[in-house]
């Protein structure tokens, strides 16, 4: 399935049915007077987040989203039935902007939230309204108002709590395999991940948490060089970053470095967000020699964190990788809570 992340539509509520001018004409009633009914309200158009859908391919396909028109207000005071409102269905994850200001509208992060995007337009009056007592037979009647129309634009941001990032070829898809049961195409090239792939891993108690494998980042992501621009936002919901670095490439440190400094350019808080520090494929290097050693002290230096060392494809070191991510949640966890009692 092709996995696509913004999308623009455009919905259009549906109009107000007419009011009617109608008058009673029934036996024995003299001088009945108005009984035209009102008019029904038209269709609104709404979004609602669902669990099924991963990724924003509909609307590729279609991109005019209507409801209904209200009906006419009928004789005998009948009010005209109201238009059917049009749902969308989209990921849970989506934002929703206004295509032509750029105003957040809306973000659905729960499974059956839903966000009204485009509200029906009001029936019209019938002559009935208008009687009183200087007009007793009123023969005008008020058309339905137009729906609401607007041009939107959906963001899907992935929903998980661990974000995988790093250089191509770090063996980010390579980690979530092992971890879970994605299974994300793996090479031994740049760029062999061009979406985002999620995998749910579980904890001891049988939990489960969802990881984001984020494609590769290089120098300039946040411009929109390489793959990273599309893809950044796709970390911003994590709570946690996990930073894979190539222990084999010719300057681990100086990857280290690109990275936060695309994180920090990108903004939105990314680069004050939580980090785990690993160093992968320590199964291709003596990791007892000299010069990794300060690999390691020089990182763990500037991360102001300690530095853990695993090889996906061997698992070597996942249990502890595993288990001081699952520390940092809990601890993330307990401090939410504590605010909230607090509160």
């Known amino acids: 399935m092709q996995f696509i992340d913004q999308a623009e539509i455009q919905v259009v509520a549906g109009k107000g049915g007419d009011g009617m001018v109608a008058f009673r004409r029934e036996k024995y009633v003299p001088a009945g007077g108005p009984a035209g009914g009102n008019g029904g309200k038209g269709g609104s158009v709404n979004l609602v987040a669902v669990e099924r859908l991963q990724t924003l391919l509909d609307f590729r396909y279609e991109r005019i989203f209507k409801g209904e028109d209200g009906k006419r207000g009928g004789p005998k005071n009948m009010t005209g039935a109201q238009g059917s409102d049009r749902t969308i269905e989209v990921p849970c994850g989506t934002v929703v902007y206004d295509a032509e200001t750029g105003e957040m509208l ?16 009001k029936g019209g009056l019938g002559n009935k309204h208008f009687l009183s007592n200087s007009n007793r037979a009123p023969d005008y009647a008020l058309p339905g ?26 063996g980010k898809s390579t980690l979530i395999s092992a971890l879970s049961a994605a299974r994300p195409k793996i090479a031994d090239y740049p760029f062999t991940t061009l979406v985002p792939n999620l995998g749910v891993v579980r904890k001891p108690t049988g939990d489960g948490t969802v990881f984001a494998d984020i494609p590769g980042l290089i120098e300039g992501a946040h411009t929109g060089a390489g793959l990273g621009h599309d893809f950044l936002r796709h970390i911003e919901r994590t709570r946690l970053l996990l930073h894979l670095i190539d222990i084999t490439d010719a300057d681990p440190v ?19 967000r939580q980090l785990i520090l690993a160093l992968n494929k320590v199964d291709a ?3 007892e020699s000299e010069e990794i050693y300060g690999i390691i002290s020089r ?3 500037l991360a102001k964190a300690p530095v853990l060392l695993i090889s996906a494809v061997s698992r070597v070191g996942l249990e502890e990788l595993m288990q001081e991510v699952w520390g940092r949640l809990d601890t993330m966890n307990e401090k939410e809570s504590a605010e909230l009692a607090t509160v």
């Open 106 to 121: 809306g973000d659905l992060v729960k499974t059956g939230q839903t966000f009204c995007v485009a509200k029906g337009g």
């Open 145 to 170: 108002l137009e729906g609401e129309s607007r041009m939107l634009r959906l963001e899907l941001k992935l929903l998980a709590e661990v974000g995988i990032i790093g250089l191509p070829n770090a």
């Open 254 to 272: 100086a990857n280290y470095i690109t990275i936060q400094e695309e994180l920090k350019a990108y903004g939105r808080g990314l680069v004050d």
């Open 299 to 301: 990182l763990s230096e």
């Open 285 to 287: 290097v003596d990791t």
